[in-house]
């Protein structure tokens, strides 16, 4: 796969279409399942309070994956994902409910490097506050 946006028709401050990635506890379990990360802290509310945590709290990089289909999603290619990196600002916390957390992600292009990449500068809050800091991502287009 390569690329479907051409490097030439993006100019710095392109936005990417926004999305909003919902997650439930059951989301949690298969993540934790998936990636081997069992930590209490993600699927035992009375464990994660008797830490400190509100509640349950999903997997920092369950967001970090998320976060990152913005960018994916806008190229075609997960393969023109070249670096990606982000700091963890605040957790997402998961209510038992039927509705669970929602983390809503913008990026928009901060610059145009050489070789047809350029670096996505994203942004990922749920209710109300960033969860990630610092993200960012250099993506080859074609």
């Given at each position: 796969?390569?690329?479907?946006?051409?490097?030439?028709?993006?100019e710095v401050g392109t936005e990417l279409p926004a999305?909003?990635?919902?997650?439930?506890?059951?989301?949690?379990?298969?993540?934790?399942?998936?990636?081997?990360?069992?930590?209490?802290?993600?699927?035992?509310?009375?464990?994660?309070?008797?830490?400190?945590?509100?509640?349950?709290?999903?997997?920092?990089?369950?967001?970090?994956?998320e976060a990152i289909r913005v960018v994916t999603d806008?190229?075609?290619?997960?393969?023109?994902?070249?670096?990606?990196?982000?700091?963890?600002?605040?957790?997402?916390?998961?209510?038992?409910?039927?509705?669970?957390?929602?983390?809503?992600?913008?990026?928009?292009?901060?610059?145009?490097?050489?070789?047809?990449?350029?670096?996505?500068?994203?942004?990922?809050t749920s209710a109300g506050q960033k969860v990630l800091?610092?993200?960012?991502?250099?993506?080859?287009?074609?």
């Amino acid at each position: 796969m390569t690329a479907k946006i051409a490097y030439d028709d993006i100019e710095v401050g392109t936005e990417l279409p926004a999305r909003t990635f919902p997650v439930t506890r059951a989301m949690l379990v298969q993540y934790a399942g998936a990636s081997g990360d069992f930590n209490p802290i993600h699927w035992n509310e009375k464990f994660a309070k008797e830490v400190g945590l509100p509640d349950v709290i999903a997997h920092g990089m369950f967001t970090m994956a998320e976060a990152i289909r913005v960018v994916t999603d806008w190229t075609g290619d997960p393969g023109a994902v070249l670096e990606y990196g982000v700091r963890f600002t605040k957790p997402v916390v998961v209510p038992n409910d039927d509705q669970g957390a929602l983390i809503e992600v913008s990026a928009k292009v901060a610059a145009k490097l050489d070789d047809n990449t350029v670096r996505v500068d994203l942004t990922a809050t749920s209710a109300g506050q960033k969860v990630l800091g610092i993200s960012r991502a250099v993506v080859r287009l074609a």
